[in-house]
């Protein structure tokens, strides 16, 4: 018998979320093939909703209904009390995540692919340690509920992340850059062209001045801009009212050159998808519009937390309960080209690497990152690398003034969209 079927009249509520997963590995270590794969996980997750409070279980054993449905109620006995309403039918949007030539890529393959990319990187760099990871796979997800919700949801996932580790005496240079994708898509050597470009950029070394400057964040370097606006948009954290975004829409507080939507409806992509992990129809949030904050990122539970609807923006793993997460969080692009600004600053960073997420309050949107690869820029070039320097701010208040944000853009860490984003001046630690 069905586990919805079983719970009839028994709870209010009830919801069954399936997950398989088949996924092939290889791994290259120092230039070398180090290891080949292949996992297949699944299981099964469970939330019920009795007396108005909420349960969760999950488990690997698909035979184990009555075991998870015991474990359900016996969560929900001490569950939160909130006005949830898991969603009925409704159509998906129409989107491209699935694609065979992804699935059929073999080992074979895969170890072509990386040998590609570490010999394109030793011809610029021949004394580099490279090491790289291939993930390819297959996602299989499906969310029923005693509402009538049936929602499945299928991607071929294919991930590359390039490692580049160069020591000279005692000077270790560590480049890093990651692709994803759902569809087959030829252009994987990009990352590793980038690479070895920043790789050559790198070859001289230089110092720069402690004290405030104009900064230039590459797509990668704009993370530490983006971590502290995700948490921020994070509906859990407006609800807590530990974001500083909290009560502030309608509200103007950024450059009017920012802008931020988060699309999971763009063919291709991780982070895409017809449905949400709650079978809730999928859609384009636009959080921040021209500098003016719009919205935020709600799953069920957040939303019935704060009186708003969902905005099919819940994700989650096996055996974590869903939260409202980013999809494919894009910063839109501006209207001056990355050769354009570069050319404007007399002297100044850029900022490519930071090293970890960095110290300080990141929830309040303080940041304070050692940089694992930055550059000096002098007369509109760029001269050199710079070792041991630090940056630090607040994105509430450097985004309040932007001196310009690029054409271009790219994908970085799968999920995330991120032009060229330059500062007139922001604090610069030099130990150099």
Not at 110 to 119: A, K, S, T
Not at 345 to 353: K, N, P, R, S, W
């Amino acid at each position: 018998m069905d586990i919805l079927d079983k719970l009839r009249g028994q709870v209010e509520q009830a919801e069954v979320f399936f997950v398989e997963n088949e996924v092939t590995k290889v791994g290259f270590e120092a230039n070398v093939l180090k290891s080949a794969e292949v996992e297949e996980t699944r299981g099964i997750a469970l939330r019920v909703v009795t007396d108005g409070r909420l349960g969760f279980a999950a488990s690997s054993d698909l035979s184990a209904d009555d075991r998870l449905i015991a474990n359900a109620l016996e969560s929900a006995r001490y569950g939160d009390v909130l006005p949830l309403r898991f969603p009925g039918p409704q159509p998906g949007v129409p989107v491209t995540i699935f694609d065979e030539q992804v699935t059929a890529l073999s080992i074979g393959q895969l170890v072509e692919i990386g040998q590609e990319m570490i010999d394109l990187v030793r011809r610029v760099e021949p004394d580099a340690h490279i090491n790289i990871d291939l993930e390819r796979g297959v996602r299989r997800a499906e969310v029923r509920n005693s509402a009538g919700a049936q929602a499945a949801v299928i991607q071929s996932p294919l991930e590359i992340m390039l490692g580049v580790e160069r020591v000279r005496g005692d000077d270790v240079l560590i480049v890093y850059d990651f692709f994803s994708t759902t569809v087959w898509d030829d252009e994987y050597l990009h990352i590793a062209r980038k690479v070895a470009r920043k790789l050559e950029l790198a070859r001289e070394l230089t110092t720069i001045r402690s004290g405030t400057m104009p900064v230039l964040f590459s797509p990668t370097g704009a993370t530490v801009l983006g971590l502290p606006l995700m948490l921020g948009l994070d509906g859990k954290n407006v609800y807590r009212h530990i974001s500083p975004l909290a009560g502030k829409v309608g509200q103007k507080l950024f450059d009017s050159k920012l802008t931020v939507v988060d699309d999971p409806t763009l063919d291709g992509r991780p982070g895409s998808a017809p449905y949400d992990d709650e079978g809730v129809p999928r859609r384009r949030n636009v959080l921040i519009e021209e500098g003016v904050v719009r919205g935020f990122l709600y799953d069920l539970k957040t939303a019935a937390q704060a009186g708003v609807e969902s905005t099919g923006s819940a994700s989650r793993s096996l055996f974590s309960p869903p939260g409202p997460s980013p999809s494919n969080l894009i910063l839109a692009s501006g209207e001056v080209s990355f050769a354009d600004i570069l050319a404007d600053i007399q002297e100044g960073l850029l900022v490519d690497t930071p090293l970890g997420l960095g110290q300080g309050n990141v929830i309040s949107g303080a940041f304070a990152n050692t940089l694992g690869l930055a550059y000096k820029i002098e007369r509109g070039e760029i001269v050199g690398r710079v070792k041991d320097v630090s940056i630090a701010g607040n994105v509430y208040d450097v985004l309040g003034d932007i001196a310009a944000i690029s054409r271009e853009h790219e994908w970085v860490y799968g999920g995330l969209k991120l032009p060229y984003v330059f500062l007139p001046a922001l604090n610069v630690v030099s130990k150099g």
